[in-house]
Structures are given as C-alpha cells and as structure tokens.
C-alpha cells in the first residue's frame, strides 16, 4: 500500500522554526508534483507551497520569504522548512503527492497531517 509519512510538527514561539518532513511508504514507478497544505480550525484546507519533480516551486503569499520546500528525489521526500513562524501559522499540515505505481495506477496521496503550533 503507498501512503504519506509526515513528522515534524510540534510547538514552537513565535519567531522560531520547525521543519516537516513527508516520505512516500511503498513502492511507486513515479513521483509528480508534491505540495504541503495547512487547515485551521474553521477554515478551508489551503497550498502553503508546492514543488514539481523539476525543482520548481510556488508558494502562498502568507508564507514567501519565510518558508521553503524542498525535496530528495532519491528518497521519495518532500520537506518544509518553516522560518520565523508567527501564530496565524498555527494548523495542521497536511503533505500531498501525485504518483504513478507500477501498474500505472494514478495516486492523489495526502499524509495524515501533523499539527504545528506557534504559540508564546
């Protein structure tokens, strides 16, 4: 079975930094586009940042400057480093891929979240 392992959340101040990481568990023939979200309580699941299999990334506005994402091909990850965190980062991160196993079969696989918490 392919799923998402995401670890690295917890409770940080504000200013300080947290890093995600987000393996994929399984064997799969390709790996696409990967990406993280964050949901608050209340509001809808939002992109924080994505990352192509090329290396190109896009991130939200809320979090240019501040946060990077990352990934190693070689390892199947993806990771997010976060950087001078402020409390409206408080959410659950959930990480995203898109995949291909090796009976062609198409993934949109979401990790099980992982909550960071920004907090003084």
């Known amino acids: 079975q392919v799923q998402l392992v995401e670890s690295g959340g917890g409770l940080v101040q504000p200013g300080g930094s947290l890093r995600l990481s987000c393996a994929v568990s399984g064997s799969i023939r390709s790996l696409y586009e990967m990406g993280w979200y964050r949901q608050a309580p209340g509001k809808q699941r939002d992109l924080v940042a994505s990352?192509?299999?090329?290396?190109?990334?896009n991130y939200a506005d809320t979090v240019k400057g501040r946060f990077t994402i990352s990934r190693d091909n070689a390892k199947n990850t993806v990771y997010l480093h976060m950087n001078s965190l402020k409390l409206e980062d408080t959410a659950v991160y959930y990480c995203?891929?898109?995949?291909?196993?090796?009976?062609?079969?198409?993934?949109?696989?979401w990790g099980q979240g992982t909550q960071v918490t920004v907090s003084s």
């Open positions: 990352i192509t299999s090329g290396g190109n990334t």
């Open positions: 995203n891929a898109d995949a291909t196993g090796w009976d062609r079969t198409l993934y949109d696989l």
